[in-house]
C-alpha cells in the first residue's frame, strides 16, 4: 500500500501545535466504504441495543452518538483501524519504533438538537502510563464551522494533564475556566474544515472542541486511537473497561491492541 506522503514539515507542525490537519488521506471508494459500513452499524445498534458505546445518557447523546470498538466486528472498519498508511503517519508523528491500535470508535454528531463537544483532554481519560498516544480523526462527511468541525487551542499539549470533564454535563468554558485569564487570553483556538476523506491527527493532551451541528446531516466521524509500542497499562476505570487482563504497570500486548506500523 502506498505511503502518505507525510513531511518533515507536517511532523514539525504536529510535534510543535499537537495537531496537524492532513488532506486526502482516504480515496473516494474509501470514505464510502466507511460510510456504508457505519449505516450497518448504527441500524444494527437500533435492532439489537448492540454498539451501545460507553454512555447513553441524553446529555451525552446530544453530544454525539458514540460506537466503539467497530473494528472488531465489521471488516470495513478493521481494515481502517489496521490500515497501514495511516498507522505509519502515528508512528512517524509519535516518533515511535512501532504504534499499537488502543481503540476505535465512530463519531456521529446529529443535527437540530445538538450540544457541542466541550473542550476536553483525551489522553486522562486512557489507562496509560506514558502520554504519546494520538487520535486520527477522519472525517466522513465534508466537515465545517456550522457542523461541528474539531477546533484545537495550537500548544495545549505542552500544558500537562488536567482533571477529565464530564462531557454530557460541562460547559464550553469548564476546561478553560481552571487557568487565569492572563494566560486563557493567549488560548487561540483554531477550526479545522475539511474534506471527507482528510483528517487530523491530535496529542492525547491537546486540548480540543467540536461545536453543535447546526447543519441540515448528521455529521459523521472515525476516530482510531493508537499508542507508542512500549505504552504501560495504568490501572484506570475506563468507559470502554478493560477486557485484556493486563496488569498495573504492563505493556500493552496481545489481539486486542495490535501493532499498525513498525517493528
Same mark, same amino acid.
Given at each position: 500500500? %502506498?505511503? @502518505? !506522503?507525510?513531511?518533515?514539515? $507536517?511532523?514539525?507542525?504536529? /510535534?510543535?501545535? *499537537?495537531?496537524? &490537519? ?49 473494528? %472488531?466486528? @465489521? !471488516?470495513?472498519?478493521?481494515? $481502517?483501524?489496521?490500515?497501514? /498508511?495511516?498507522? *505509519?503517519?502515528? &508512528? ?172
Amino acid at each position: 500500500m %502506498e505511503q @502518505y !506522503p507525510l513531511t518533515e514539515d $507536517h511532523v514539525a507542525f504536529f /510535534r510543535d501545535n *499537537g495537531y496537524v &490537519r492532513l488532506d486526502g488521506v482516504l480515496s473516494v471508494q474509501e470514505v464510502e466504504a466507511l460510510r456504508v459500513a457505519l449505516d450497518v452499524a448504527v441500524e444494527d445498534r437500533r435492532r439489537y441495543e448492540g454498539n451501545e458505546g460507553p454512555r447513553t445518557d441524553p446529555g451525552y447523546a446530544k453530544v454525539f452518538l458514540q460506537m466503539v470498538n467497530l473494528w %472488531e466486528r @465489521y !471488516p470495513a472498519f478493521r481494515t $481502517h483501524a489496521l490500515n497501514p /498508511r495511516i498507522g *505509519g503517519i502515528a &508512528r512517524r508523528l509519535a516518533r515511535a519504533g512501532s504504534v499499537r491500535l488502543w481503540h476505535d470508535h465512530a463519531l456521529i454528531k446529529y443535527p437540530k438538537d445538538s450540544k457541542p463537544t466541550v473542550w476536553h483532554q483525551d489522553w486522562v481519560y486512557w489507562p496509560m502510563h506514558e502520554t504519546g498516544a494520538l487520535s486520527c480523526w477522519m472525517a466522513l462527511d465534508d466537515v465545517t464551522v456550522k457542523n461541528g468541525c474539531m477546533s484545537f487551542i495550537p500548544g495545549s499539549h505542552r500544558l500537562g494533564p488536567c482533571d477529565p470533564i464530564d462531557l454530557g454535563n460541562a460547559t464550553e468554558e469548564t476546561l478553560l475556566a481552571k487557568f487565569p485569564p492572563e494566560q486563557r487570553k493567549k488560548f487561540l483556538p483554531v477550526a479545522v474544515e475539511m474534506k471527507a476523506g482528510s483528517c487530523t491527527f491530535h496529542d492525547g493532551l491537546t486540548f480540543h472542541y467540536a461545536g453543535p451541528n447546526t447543519s441540515e446531516s448528521p455529521r459523521r466521524a472515525m476516530v482510531t486511537i493508537y499508542m507508542p509500542g512500549g505504552t504501560r497499562y495504568k490501572t484506570l476505570e475506563h468507559i470502554i473497561g478493560d477486557r485484556s487482563g493486563l496488569r498495573e504497570g504492563e505493556e500493552f500486548h496481545g489481539p486486542l491492541f495490535p501493532v499498525v506500523a513498525g517493528e
